[in-house]
């Protein structure tokens, strides 16, 4: 398991250092990764790819890993995200990452799962539900 746990830091850490400390030590050739609000890319070049032209347009400035959860060939992996994009957007949300391993100890498959942040009761002043007007968010 601790094996696992520092794999998937790596992981965290390069994206907010922004350099691929060793892509080929955490994926597998043929993994597949699934971003929360659809892309996926399929094996390790894609996956290499994706984040080297994502990090010519936005910081990944927090990813804090809150905790694990290990059965068999399975990890999940809560925690909490922010980016700023060149453009000025910044992103904030929570979320979880079921992960399935190779028997060599490398990702074969990612799954992102997210949550909003900005939760509210919109029961909170009577039995009429008031949802916001905003737009559901992108994941």
Same mark, same amino acid.
């Given at each position: ?8 830091? =790596? %992981? *965290? ?13 955490? *994926? ?6 699934? +971003?929360? %609000?659809? /892309? +996926?890319?399929?094996? =390790? ?5 994706? @984040?080297?032209?994502?990090? !010519?347009?936005?910081?990944? =400035?927090?990813?804090?890993?809150? $905790?694990? @959860?290990?059965?068999?060939?399975? !990890?999940?992996?809560?925690?909490? @995200? $922010? ?6 957007? $910044? +992103?904030? @949300? ?7 391993? !190779? ?7 990612? $799954? ?14 009577? /039995?009429?539900? =008031? ?7 992108? *994941?």
């Amino acid at each position: 398991m601790d094996r696992r746990e520092e794999i998937i830091r =790596r %992981w *965290f850490r390069m994206w907010l250092e922004k350099e691929d400390r060793g892509m080929e030590t955490v *994926f597998d050739e043929d993994a597949v990764y699934v +971003e929360s %609000w659809g /892309p +996926e890319y399929r094996g =390790r070049e894609r996956i290499r790819l994706w @984040f080297q032209e994502w990090n !010519t347009r936005g910081t990944v =400035r927090r990813w804090d890993i809150r $905790q694990f @959860f290990h059965k068999d060939a399975q !990890t999940v992996v809560e925690w909490y @995200f $922010q980016n700023a994009m060149d453009d000025g957007r $910044q +992103e904030i @949300f929570e979320g979880m990452s079921l992960i399935r391993w !190779t028997e060599e100890g490398k990702i074969a498959f990612l $799954q992102e799962f997210g949550c909003n942040v900005n939760r509210y009761d919109p029961y909170r002043d009577g /039995p009429e539900p =008031r949802f916001r007007s905003e737009g559901a968010a992108w *994941f």
